[in-house]
């Protein structure tokens, strides 16, 4: 894969209600696991933040501002429940600690996404310009 020019990484962890069947105890365990599997990518030290994101919240767009209830996203059953960020080597590497959560078996999925210093569209367009001015 890749190594994009940023060495940071943002975890988004999406899924279900996944605690939904289990007893007190299960879910703690499961919990203990996730802490156990964060303590250790702290004690890296590289962790740069992380936070646990409200079910309720505001989608804007040019047509309307709506509020819901169910998640950030409206249309998704898998709602983006928090996110961590990372800083790492790689996006192999991000991947794998994604890959180490106890939590997957539970089915919450992890999106692994590269931080970039700028934004796509205007590197494309710096790009664009570079290469009219190079011509």
């Keep these: ?17 996944w605690d ?11 919990l203990d696991q996730a802490m156990t ?15 646990a994101l409200q079910r309720s919240g505001c989608i804007v767009s040019e047509q309307r501002a709506q509020m819901v209830t169910d998640g950030p996203f409206a249309e998704s059953k898998e709602a983006i429940g928090g996110y961590l960020l990372l800083e790492l080597d790689s996006l192999d590497e991000a991947i794998a600690a994604a890959k180490d959560y106890p939590g997957l078996n539970r ?29």
């Design 20 to 30: 939904k069947g289990l007893s007190p105890a299960e879910i703690q365990d499961v």
């Design 107 to 135: 089915g919450i999925t992890i999106e692994v996404r590269p931080i970039s210093t700028e934004c796509p569209i205007a590197t494309r367009l710096r790009q664009e310009q570079e290469a009219v001015a190079a011509a």
């Design 1 to 17: 894969m890749n190594t994009p020019a940023s060495s940071q990484y943002l975890l988004l962890f999406r899924g279900p209600e």
């Design 37 to 51: 599997w964060f303590d250790g990518l702290n004690r890296r030290g590289i962790v740069r933040g992380t936070h």
